[in-house]
């Protein structure tokens, strides 16, 4: 039979296109964790609040003393493509900030009740823009920024019945707040939920940070490393292959700051383990990566977790070469105590 006739083609008004936007950028509670974290730390906050409800499905507020968003541009904050990051294709270039895309607020507005109270240095009182209803006040806090989520995917119960229980929700929200702890070292972090304390992190050192954070038993059994080698710069602690585990549950990746997943660099790091672990063996580790922003493309998928090197040959030979050297270093220490 012939095709029915064509349907006319519309532009889809705009709170159906942030909403499709958002199911790229915010899959469960844990995304809008991690974004609106990353506007605080962008916002060059000191300290940063995560409570959640629920697991945050019921609801997520964070908190932050960071620069504030003047009252004039709280409706810009929650619109589409609209961003104080960058200007122009070359600061994209160039990006060192965690946000660019200016698509975070909008998104999480559009599938789920959303405000955002704000107070900047020199104003006198803090506002509060409620994201559905429009609706601007004055409101109580000091210098900073609180964005609260309510009832994510409250008007797509499709999107809703796909989350998990609340106590895996949670798990995967703290989860994303000790990604940016790690990175972040020098911020101080707490996470709260049902008006309980799960998680504080206070400002420190990387080191006591790492411990903190992924506990004493990790620094006890991983060594430390430095390595540089032109634009690039490694630090980071390998996991010994004594202590790797069934799960790749402690595999930690940051470039320029930002948490990624990226095959070359597993690899890159699997390799060096080649002829010391066994099996399904998973080794734990953190890897920070530190690369002159032009030779990396972090503008390759909406919530940016992937990244593109310029020159992936190089990383992939440093990464290699960090591990291994960090690796015969610690067997080198074994052999030397033991010869004592
Ligand atoms: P992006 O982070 O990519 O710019 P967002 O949608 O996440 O996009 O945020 C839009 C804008 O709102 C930011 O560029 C910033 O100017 C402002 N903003 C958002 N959160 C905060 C915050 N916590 N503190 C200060 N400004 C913020
Ligand atoms: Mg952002």
């Known amino acids: 039979p012939d ?27 844990a995304s809008v964790v991690r974004e609106l974290v990353d506007n605080a730390l962008d916002a060059g906050a000191r300290n940063v609040l995560v409570k959640l409800m629920a697991g945050g499905v019921r609801s997520i507020v964070v908190e932050d ?7 004039a541009q709280l409706p810009l904050a929650l619109k589409r493509h609209a961003t ?4 122009s294709l070359n600061e994209l270039e160039s990006v060192a900030t965690m946000g660019f895309r200016g698509e975070a607020l909008a998104a999480i507005a559009s599938v789920s009740e959303m405000a955002i109270a704000s107070r900047t240095a020199d104003a006198a009182h803090a506002h509060r823009l409620d994201a559905r209803s429009g609706e601007l006040g004055a409101a109580a806090r000091s210098r900073g920024t609180s964005v609260e989520v309510r009832e994510l995917f409250f008007a797509t119960p499709a999107r809703r019945k796909f989350l998990k229980t609340d106590a895996t929700e949670l798990a995967h929200c703290v989860e994303a707040v000790r990604r940016h ?35 004493e038993d990790f620094i006890a059994e991983s060594r430390a490393f430095e390595h540089s080698a032109g634009p690039l710069a490694l630090t980071g602690r390998a996991g010994l292959p004594e202590a790797a585990r069934s799960r790749a549950d402690q595999q930690y990746v940051w470039v320029n700051g930002r948490y990624v997943r990226d095959k070359l660099i ?31 493309d972090v503008n390759v998928h ?24 960090a690796l015969a270093q610690s067997r080198a220490d074994a052999a030397g105590v033991e010869s004592a």
Not at 305 to 315: N, S
Request: net charge negative.
């Open 3 to 29: 095709p029915a006739p064509p349907r006319a083609i519309r532009e889809l008004p705009d709170e159906l296109i942030s909403q499709i936007a958002a199911g790229e950028v915010v899959e469960r509670p």
């Open 65 to 71: 003393d960071g620069c504030g968003i003047p009252v």
């Open 84 to 87: 104080s990051k960058i200007a």
């Open 181 to 215: 702890a790690l990175a972040r070292p020098d911020v101080g972090f707490a996470i709260w939920h049902e008006g309980k304390l799960v998680d504080q992190w206070r400002p420190a050192a990387i080191e006591q940070r790492i411990g903190d954070v992924l506990g």
């Open 266 to 296: 597993s690899h890159a790091i699997r390799s060096a383990y080649e002829d010391v672990l066994h099996g399904q063996r998973q080794p734990s580790y953190v890897l920070f990566i530190e690369i002159a922003p032009e030779l990396v």
């Open 302 to 325: 909406p919530t940016k977790i992937e990244v593109r090197f310029r020159d992936g040959r190089a990383i992939h030979q440093s990464v290699r070469r960090a591990f291994i050297d």
